[in-house]
């Protein structure tokens, strides 16, 4: 299990990531966002330090229904020892990266947020049976 924790009302949690094999992980505090589908949009201006690497561009949309175009890496995350890959937006200004729903399904992860009570945790996430 991994813990975060709050900045004011954002739900935070450290993850490692890099962008090629060959580039050691780097830690990165992210923003979990449960209103993006996507795997990871990371500040443009990381993306060296990181290993990321751009490959190709991906229209966006937002959730204010605005569009733009973004370089897309191929990024590498790790949290406690689970490792998955998937694609890292690169974003021109963000505060903190942001961490998306596909992160979770891609580490099988689930996530466990209690403003109240200050939680903010990732676990393994049982595996899916067939309910009939």
């Not at 739900?11 to 979990?32: F, M, N, W, Y």
């Not at 990181?50 to 990024?75: F, H, K, W």
């Amino acid at each position: 299990m991994a813990t975060g924790h709050f900045e004011e009302f954002d739900p935070l949690i450290e993850i490692q990531l890099t962008g090629a094999s060959d580039h050691p992980a780097r830690s990165l505090v992210c923003l979990v966002d449960t209103g993006s589908t996507g795997f990871l949009s990371v500040p443009e201006a990381s993306a060296e330090r990181l290993g990321l690497v751009p490959q190709d561009t991906l229209n966006i949309e937002y959730a204010d229904g605005s569009t733009a175009n973004r370089s897309m890496c191929l990024g590498i995350a790790s949290i406690n020892g689970t490792q998955g890959q998937g694609v890292a937006a690169l974003e021109p200004s963000l505060k903190h990266p942001l961490l998306g729903i596909r992160f979770l399904q891609v580490l099988g992860l689930k996530l466990l947020i209690d403003q109240r009570n200050g939680i903010v945790e990732l676990s393994p996430s049982p595996e899916q049976s067939t309910v009939y």
